[in-house]
DNA sequence: TCGCAGTGTTGCTATATATGCAACACTAGC
DNA sequence: GCTAGTGTTGCATATATAGCAACACTGCGA
């Protein structure tokens, strides 16, 4: 996952894009300067990328001057929907788990202290509920977010951590490292607040997780571990059109 | 839908966006300059772009060192999709329309010469068929893109035709004007190859088009309009949660 | 095999633009 | 009315970005 540095790297890019993400995750409208102490950056330079994303659609304002996501969202939605393709691909695979299991089943990302959810629910969910509904979980309580970092390698979840305070558990570094190092050998990992759920990798490298979530018989945790993995190689990761 | 411009618009970050939304709607890897030509841009600023986009994991190379989306469009479409809900807020009526009518139910939104969907398909088409899979549409032959195009000023629809000239029909300019004037006093617009698609705007303003193609009976048509007047006002657009 | 035409990337440097300071306008609470 | 917070702006300047030119690479045709 680690990518080489191109010889210039555009900031003014890469800031504008952060901000994007957390504003399209915040959910309620974010004033200027609290998104700047949130991503340690000057205000000005805060207000003037969010009112180029305004500008663009991305961004609105509501009366109180804050910030919320803009109806161009409606687009880059429809836009990353369509170029990752990954809920799409994965749905049938969902759908069929959640029947087999009667349990939640879930496939979400780590954005970075995060899991955000690209689907989240039961057989009988409605798609309304089960689709883009769940705001971000955090990645450390979530074994999405557990099966996701361990994939990282210590660089990378070093860097992550640096950055990330919210991610540092309360039992300490070296405990949430080696239970992550687990994770890894055992090749799934349990989350939830009380170890309810069980997730795998998807991809290879690694780009998201999918989970059951409910309840586990510890006796088949193991079989059921397999099944995911079987479910998860089923999903496409950024096959080419000719693929299909 | 005309936005007052900010003191001072980055043009880092507009260009960045521009790339990589052209990048998340290519059927197929594309080059660095094959981009550059499209968007009448510098190669070097696109391979910068492209560079930064790519550390960033929002773009990544084949062997053939064409740029195609990267794993963090996945993250992108799970934020986004989250941000948006347009998807999860319409995915009800869209069921419960293609089950009434029998006939295919689409919803999109304009992206400067075409449509891209969020949904389409029919009552039991497969999830996985009816999201996020179909790619970008011309816009002047689809309904959800002339109701979309007859909600615009005519300061915006020029300046989008100068943009986009594929957008300009045969029949020329005058005659298109005239056929969005009348988009826009029906309050809905016929579609498709064959205009065997009827759609209305989603959204004051207007954001979405919601649309039915199949077999319309000309007859059924003002009615048939009505109807879809009727769910689109049930699809609530960037409410903020308190809402729900 | 060589030459050509296309490709993507880079170092370098000039300059356009992004940045931050400071000021302003606005709002809410005491 | 004052204070503390808010978002935005003009201005000047530092610097990040942009483009030139060179390089490495690839595929095709003679």
């Known amino acids: 996952m680690a990518r080489v540095a191109p010889a210039q790297v555009n900031q003014s890019l890469v800031n504008g894009l952060t901000c994007l993400q957390e504003l399209v995750l915040a959910d309620r409208p974010i004033g200027v300067r609290e998104l700047a102490r949130q991503l340690d950056m000057d205000p000005t330079r805060v207000s003037r990328l969010l009112g180029t994303l305004s500008w663009l659609g991305l961004a609105s304002q509501d009366e109180d001057r804050k910030y919320h996501p803009g109806p161009a969202v409606h687009v880059l ?11 799409s691909d994965s749905l049938p695979v969902l759908r069929e788990l959640a029947a087999e299991t009667g349990q939640i089943v879930a496939l979400g990302v780590l954005w970075r202290s995060h899991v955000c959810y690209l689907y989240h629910g039961k057989a009988h969910t409605p798609l ?14 979530s074994s999405i977010g557990r099966v996701l970092l361990a994939q990282l390698t210590a660089a990378e979840l070093a860097d992550l951590c640096a ?3 919210d991610l540092l558990p309360p039992e300490g570094v070296p405990a949430f490292y080696e239970s992550l190092s687990q994770v890894r050998e055992r090749g799934y990992s349990r989350g939830g607040i009380h170890g309810e759920s069980l997730a795998v990798a ?5 780009v998201a997780a999918l989970a059951v979530a409910g309840s586990i018989d ?15 190689a089923r999903i496409h990761i950024g096959k080419s059109p000719d693929d299909v």
Chains 1, 2 share one sequence.
């Open 218 to 232: 510890p006796e088949q945790e193991v079989q059921l571990a397999d099944r995911l993995r079987e479910a998860a």
């Open 128 to 141: 309304e509920l089960a689709v883009g509904a769940r705001g971000p979980f955090p990645a450390r309580q």
């Open 202 to 206: 998807v991809g290879c490298p690694a």
């Open 77 to 87: 939605s429809a836009l990353s929907l369509h170029g990752s393709r990954l809920l």
């Open 163 to 165: 950055h990330e305070s």
